[in-house]
Every structure is written in C-alpha cells, then in structure tokens.
Antibody, heavy 117, light 110 residues
Framework: EVQLVESGGGLVKPGGSLRVSCVASGFTFSNAWMSWVRQAPGKGLEWVGHIKSETEGGTSHLAPPVKGRFTISRDDSKNTLYLEMNSLKTEDTGIYYC????????WGQGTLVTVSS | QSVLTQPPSVSAAPGQKVTISCSGSSSNIGNNYVSWYQQVPGTAPKLLIYDNNKRPSGTPDRFSGSKSGTSATLGITGLQTGDEADYYCGTWDSSLSAYVFGTGTEVTVL
C-alpha cells in the first residue's frame, strides 16, 4: 500500500523560510517522479512543482508563483521528498500535499503552512 | 487564477445524474490528457479519472470522463450522498509549463 506522510508545517513570518518533508513507502520511490500541490484555505488546488527521478536526471520544475523562492529535492536513500520554501508570503499559506507524478494518483494527508506576522 | 473553468456547483437528487464541465484551451486540454479528482472536505484529493476516460481501480463505473476539443466532462450517474464533494479537473499546460487545475465544482445531493 502506497503511503505518503508529510511533516514540517507550521507558523512562519512573512519573509521567513520553512522546509516540509514527505516520507514515502509502498512503492519504489527512487523510480518515481513526485509533485507538490498546495491548497489555500477555502480555495482550490494549485500545483507547486515536481521533480524527476534521479535516473531521469533528478531535475525539478516549479510553477511561476514560486519559482526562485521554492526548491524541490529528494533523498532516495531515505525515501523522502523535500520542499524548501524561502521568502515566504502570506499567499503561500495553505495545506501542502505531496503526490506521485504524473497522474497525481497517490496523495499524503498534507501539512499546514501558515505565513503570518 | 486558474486557466481551466468549471461551474461552481451542481446538484441533483439521489439516483440522478450530474455532469461537470471543464473548459480550457489548445495549450492544455486541447493537447493533453485530462484527469479528474474528488476531494471530500477536510481530506486529501483522490484521483477519479485519468487519461480523459480511464478509471483507476477503486473508482466505481458510475463515474465517467470524456474530452472533446478544448473541453472535458465528468459524469456521475446513480448519485449517492457519498458523492458529495468538490471535483477538480487537471491537465498539463504546455504554454505555462505547469500542471493546472480547474476552479473546482461542489456537488450537492439534494
């Protein structure tokens, strides 16, 4: 059974930084492309970005609203996906989900990031 | 602001049918596969339909998907109270180089 467990969310001030993690199990993580999707309170889904498997280059691609501020990385030895968030803005507040690419088939329960002074 | 447009809400009585439209453009729906996701409030989204009309194991055949040109449609027949949720379409947008979601549709069973 595929399991994705996010952690690391919390309250951070505007301009601050935060790293959230996603531990995967139940599938061969090293072969998988992975995505981050977020959802602001009471709003719809927004794709944040994804990262390829290491065998396919391990490169990441981020959506325009977060490009230059967020970084996606992975540690296949720990079956863990990361989202490093810098220069956070109030509009980055929301639940952050990790999910399997490209179909976004399996989802974690999400971790809440609140950007507020 | 989403590039895929869905109606904000649809409703019908139990046992009836509803359809949800998803309107896009040639840079997204017109040239890429469409997926549909179901999200019960307070829970994570769930993949319902992929590649326009394929159902993952676990998706009842009451749910169907179709695509024509730059629009896609999700159909739900034999509506049940458990189908009350928000539904989102999604696809890759080649111009934005990003995965895009629809604005979301709330389904209410009367």
């Amino acid at each position: 059974e595929v399991q994705l467990v996010e952690s690391g969310g919390g309250l951070v001030k505007p301009g601050g930084s935060l790293r959230v993690s996603c531990v995967a199990s139940g599938f061969t993580f090293s072969n998988a492309w992975m995505s981050w999707v977020r959802q602001a309170p009471g709003k719809g889904l927004e794709w944040v970005g994804h990262i390829k498997s290491e065998t396919e280059g391990g490169t990441s691609h981020l959506a325009p609203p977060v490009k230059g501020r967020f970084t996606i990385s992975r540690d296949d030895s720990k079956n863990t996906l990361y989202l490093e968030m810098n220069s956070l803005k109030t509009e980055d507040t929301g639940i952050y989900y990790c999910t399997t690419d490209p179909l976004l088939e399996d989802w974690g329960q999400g971790t809440l990031v609140t950007v507020s002074s | 602001q989403s590039v895929l447009t869905q109606p904000p809400s649809v409703s019908a009585a139990p046992g009836q049918k509803v359809t949800i439209s998803c309107s896009g453009s040639s840079s997204n729906i017109g040239n890429n596969y469409v997926s549909w996701y179901q999200q019960v409030p307070g829970t994570a989204p769930k993949l319902l339909i992929y590649d326009n009309n394929k159902r993952p194991s676990g998706t009842p055949d009451r749910f169907s998907g179709s695509k024509s040109g730059t629009s896609a449609t999700l159909g739900i027949t034999g509506l049940q109270t458990g189908d009350e949720a928000d539904y989102y379409c999604g696809t890759w947008d080649s111009s934005l180089s990003a995965y895009v979601f629809g604005t979301g549709t709330e389904v209410t069973v009367l």
